[in-house]
């Protein structure tokens, strides 16, 4: 039986690992505490990659893995070390957990917080290690009645607002892709004036780290805050310029700040732990029993799922995500890549461009449509390697232009796609539709009316409209014994007509060539879908 290999590349609690060995069809290989560059050659032949923070999915993991794997899973929320538009070009699906670690982090930044506001573990060491019992020297400050700013307000940020609230503290968000709603509904003021942020006593950051967010509060940031604000980053290293932060910290400017994740990890050496106003921990906001065994089954579960090719949950690099797709769109995209598939055959050249046009309610999806469509019209050119990851990417590379259009609703139709596929010798435009829901129908072939399906052997047989080419074309199948399904014929004002021929078996060039070969004929292709 074949089996599907899971490289487990960083230790994920046991639970997760014991899903993956009791399915039969997996065969698991635990690689945490392997060497990065050996780990290079195991991962060589999975399919599926389990990675946390310490595996970055770099170049040399791409390079390595591309043409066999199917999907990474981090387990985890963070994405900044995965390189997802270079798994994308190489048609890898990446998918994280987005939610199992949320009350973990949540409570480490309370922690942090805290422990700021108390000095706590200095407090703690004093008396601990060095045994010297001090307490006029540990005067902290209350959380109560301070105004805290929460940068980003989703998963996290949003419950550590809540639970602030507890506090009785003044919580302001800041996050631009959130309604207000979101923050007001649970008492939060919301802001969309960052500089209201920076006025606060307290600010936490909760954002994911990309090109927008890194360095999000560096010096002048820092300038323009309060003297003895206290910052605290439970999120990623590197929201806060760390040498911005160093000289804050410093100066006093910045009374304490609580920090949990660093720009390099693990950050041993980094000059931040030279400070005596700073609290640190060694990226543990995920870090929680409950979570760590959350985080292991579901992306065990998810791996499993990916490998067998079932789902894809939480993928962050499909173009669509299937749980917002209307049902009446799927059946459509299932069209548009027979249409586009269809159309690359009717069409056999170097493809320049591919335009996918949506009327109805169906325009609204005609991105998705497009990326199905191209998955259609490449799949005789890229083989296995085309998929709707990578579809974009490969487009691009081979320098086809992918365009898209809204149109209005058809007169006639509810829903009407239509694919023009040019190519350096010709143009092909097919219009679809689909029927009751589930009959998908070409109506439309070059501006000749037809009513088919797409789908079995076609011919498409194109001549000028003279009495006798029925019967000339069936008697020449006939004598090659290919058996006629289906006749549809199409007509246009300029004396032509297209037949499309769908035959029960596959035919071959000997016959499409004594086809070419009639009088009346003006261009035949075959099609097999
Ligand atoms: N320390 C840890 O171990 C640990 C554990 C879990 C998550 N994290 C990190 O915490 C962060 C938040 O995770 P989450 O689960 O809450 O993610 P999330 O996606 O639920 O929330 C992120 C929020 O940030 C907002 N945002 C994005 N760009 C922004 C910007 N420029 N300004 C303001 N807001 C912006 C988004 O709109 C979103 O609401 C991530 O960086 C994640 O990697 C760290
Ligand atoms: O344990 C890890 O991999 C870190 C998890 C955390 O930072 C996350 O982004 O989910």
Redesign the pocket.
Known sequence: MEKYKIVVCDHIHEEGLNLLRRDDKIDMVFAADMDKTALLDVIKEADVAITR?STDVDEKFINAVKGKMKAIVRA?????NVDIPGCSKEGIIVMNV??A??I??VE?TMTHMLSCMRMFPYSHDHLKNQRIWKREKWYGYELKGKKLGV????????RVGIRSKAFEMDVIA?????HPSKATDVGVKYTTNFDDILSCDIITI?????K??VG?IGADEIAKMKDGVVLIN???GG?YDEDALYDGLKSGKIRFAGI??FNKEPAIDNKLLDLDNICVSP?????TFESQYNIAVEAAQQAIEAAKGIAYPHALNLPIDETKIPAFVKPFLEMGQKIGFLASQMNKAPIVSIKVSGRGDIAEYVNSLATFVTVGALADISGDTINYVNADFVAKERGIKVETEELPASPVYKNLVTVKLTTDKDVIEISATMFNDDVQRIVDINGFGVDVEPKGNMILFKNTDVPGVIGQVGTLLAAHEVNIADFRLGRNKSSEALAVIIVDSAVNDKTLKELSNLNACISVSYARI
């Open positions: 923070s985890g929320v963070g994405v900044d987005p939610t670690n949320t973990a982090a480490l940068i980003g307000f989703g998963n996290i940020g949003s800041y996050d631009p892709y959130i909760h954002t994911p780290k990309n927008e967010t999000m439970c999120a990623r929201l949990d994740v990226h543990l906001g995920a870090n």
